[in-house]
């Protein structure tokens, strides 16, 4: 069973940028897909991204598309979200998530999740 940290988050204005990291505590890490959500008080949890294991695919949220990149690093078990661009309704807390079932936009499919990081975007 993986264990998920995300930290990097914070106050940042608006149409400035963030980096979210996500280190995993197993070295199995580098056989799940990642993903990356969010959810702002009171509204459901948001695909943001994701990556395959093979990191030969991505998915975005169309929000977020031209904006944030998914990036890991396999020899530490590691996953970036660098945000860039960042908008005032993007507040939320961003949470990392892994899952061997495939890739996809859908938070059922992730079955590993870690506690979140506040990401603060202010107008």
Known sequence: QVQLVESGGG????????TLSCAASDR??????????R?????????VAAEHWS??????????????TISR?????????????LKPEESA??????????????DFLYDYWGRGTQVTVSS
Request: charged letters at 20%; one cysteine or more; glycine letters at 14%.
């Open 93 to 106: 807390v961003y949470y990392c998530a892994a899952t061997r079932r495939g890739l996809g936009d859908k």
């Open 73 to 85: 690093d396999n020899a530490k078990n590691t996953v970036q979200l660098q945000m860039n661009s």
């Open 28 to 37: 199995t890490f580098v056989t799940y897909s990642v993903a990356w959500f």
């Open 39 to 47: 959810q702002a008080p009171g509204m459901e949890r948001e695909f």
């Open 11 to 18: 106050l940042v204005q608006a149409g400035g940028s963030l």
């Open 55 to 68: 990191g030969g695919s991505t998915l975005y949220g169309d929000s977020v598309k031209g904006r944030f």
